[in-house]
């Protein structure tokens, strides 16, 4: 039997939209063909950035239909969860590097009635993640160091990716792959074609003003990585 086409999505980064027109650049994504919109939310703790909080992410939830994947890049996930999925947040994905119990996010989450997503960082092993992998409706591979937008894609997260997509295909899973930092129309070829379904994209997105037209361009680029992968 054929093996069924993976589901791709591109999900815009806000961290890189111009914050003087976070509406426009919302808008423009939706109707550029955005899957999803990416909100990174950063405390100044766990990495050195500081970014959103709950109350942009109601203000984006009260501008789009899209669903909102919410990256909590924060040393204490369990706290903020009730308020970033009350703001509108429909995916939460925490740090498995984090100071909480991983498990209990993941419980915390599903009672909230949140998706709920795990991330691990360059420097992490996928079996970081043993402990709630087949749990989670997303596994995000970072594949630059999170804090701040801008970076150059790491290839060394593609292996990452390629372990996560067979452990996900050999147990059947429909869990989204995720893969954040640096992807581009280039980078993504390749991000696709080791598994991975969802795309955080930022620059390659915002830069120049062209949103749709990126978008599109991104779209070629994840069905061609993801039909190289199938051959």
Not at 59 to 75: E, F, G, K, Q, W
Not at 145 to 159: D, I, K, N
Request: hydrophobic content about 50%.
């Amino acid at each position: 039997m054929p093996t069924p086409p993976r589901r791709l999505r591109l999900a815009p980064s806000l961290l890189s939209a111009d914050f003087a027109a976070l509406g426009e650049a919302v808008r423009a994504a939706e109707s550029g063909g955005a899957d999803a919109l990416h909100l990174d939310v950063m405390d100044g703790h766990f990495v050195p950035n500081i970014s959103f909080g709950p109350a942009l992410v109601a203000a984006v939830r009260a501008r789009t239909r899209l669903p909102l994947d919410v990256h909590l890049m924060i040393s204490d996930p369990l706290r903020y969860l009730e308020a970033f999925h009350r703001a509108g947040g429909d995916t939460l994905v925490f740090h498995v590097e984090a100071d909480a119990d991983p498990e209990e996010v993941v419980r915390r989450a599903r009672a909230l009635g949140a998706a709920v997503g795990a991330a691990v960082r360059p420097a992490t092993p996928l079996a970081a993640l043993d402990r709630v992998f087949d749990r989670l409706d997303q596994v995000l591979v970072m594949s630059v160091h999170p804090g701040f937008s801008g970076q150059s894609f790491l290839p060394e997260a593609l292996p990452k990716l390629r372990e996560a997509r067979a452990r996900l295909d050999r147990d059947g899973h429909d869990t989204d792959l995720s893969i954040d930092g640096g992807v581009t129309a280039a980078t993504a070829v390749d991000a696709a074609a080791a598994g991975a379904t969802f795309f955080v994209c930022g620059n390659a997105v915002f830069a120049g003003g062209e949103v749709a037209g990126n978008l599109a361009r991104l779209r070629s680029a994840v069905e061609e990585g993801a039909a190289r992968a199938v051959r």
